[in-house]
């Protein structure tokens, strides 16, 4: 079946970075363009980018951009989203999110379980 | 402070309908499809419309979404108390270069 399995929860301190992981799996990798949503303890969701993973072109949020890098390795159908620069406020559960195959736009239909990530001195 | 504005609690009674509301604007809802997830507690999130008002495979017809607009609404019908959970609404920004934006969330409690 589809699906996003995505890597264990983390602990950083300020200042660290982070790279969590997320394998597609049931479906053509490179067909479908890939999402990465956050959302803080007890706050809605926050869209962070997108990575086409048939080429590796990415597009990040504004808020995000000098701090978050995406990448692909398409021999192992895995996404990365790595956060530098750690501050507590990066404290939340990061979702990958499978989005649209022709459309970046479109709907984010398979969700992986999700990464906690927490920093803390 | 969300780009699309939702009502942060929603209630209903079982049986009832009830609808969220999340508005926009010409760059966002006003151009491009809406799109709805819901939350349940402790789980990612799961997409319940797209396009506007299109449901996925194995979403009941008691979920219902419209567009007018810059403004959106999801429709439940006949509630039911395992619809309790928090829905977003979301839509691609054509500013900056383009972005997704969401809502703040909706809490649904069923009474």
């Known amino acids: 079946q589809v699906q996003l399995v995505q890597s264990g929860a983390e602990v950083k301190k300020p200042g660290a970075s982070v790279k969590v992981s997320c394998k597609a799996s049931?479906?053509?990798?490179?067909?479908?363009?890939m999402h990465w949503v956050r959302q803080a303890p007890g706050q809605g969701l926050e869209w962070m980018g997108i990575?086409?993973?048939?080429?590796?072109?990415?597009s990040y949020a504004q808020k995000f951009q000098g701090r978050v890098t995406m990448t692909r390795d398409t021999s192992t159908s895995t996404v990365y989203m790595e956060l530098s620069s750690l501050r507590s406020e990066d404290t939340a559960v990061y979702y990958c999110?499978?989005?649209?195959?022709?459309?970046?736009?479109?709907?984010?239909?398979?969700w992986g379980q999700g990464t906690m990530v927490t920093v803390s001195s | 402070q969300s780009v699309l504005t939702q009502p942060p609690s929603a209630s209903g009674t079982p049986g009832q309908r009830v609808t969220i509301s999340c508005s926009g604007s010409?760059?966002?809802?006003?151009?491009?499809?809406v799109y709805w997830y819901q939350q349940l507690p402790g789980t990612a999130p799961k997409l319940l419309i797209y396009?506007?008002?299109q449901r996925p495979s194995g979403v009941p017809d008691r979920f219902s979404g419209s567009k007018s607009g810059t403004s959106a609404s999801l429709a439940i019908s006949g509630l039911r108390s395992e619809d309790e959970a928090d829905y977003y609404c979301a839509a691609w920004d054509d500013s900056l270069s383009g972005n997704v934006v969401f809502g703040g969330g909706t809490k649904l409690t069923v009474l």
């Open positions: 396009r506007n008002n």
């Open positions: 990575i086409n993973p048939s080429g590796g072109s990415t």
């Open positions: 999110a499978r989005g649209g195959s022709a459309d970046p736009g479109d709907a984010f239909d398979i």
């Open positions: 010409s760059s966002n809802i006003g151009s491009n499809y």
């Open positions: 049931g479906y053509t990798f490179t067909s479908y363009y």
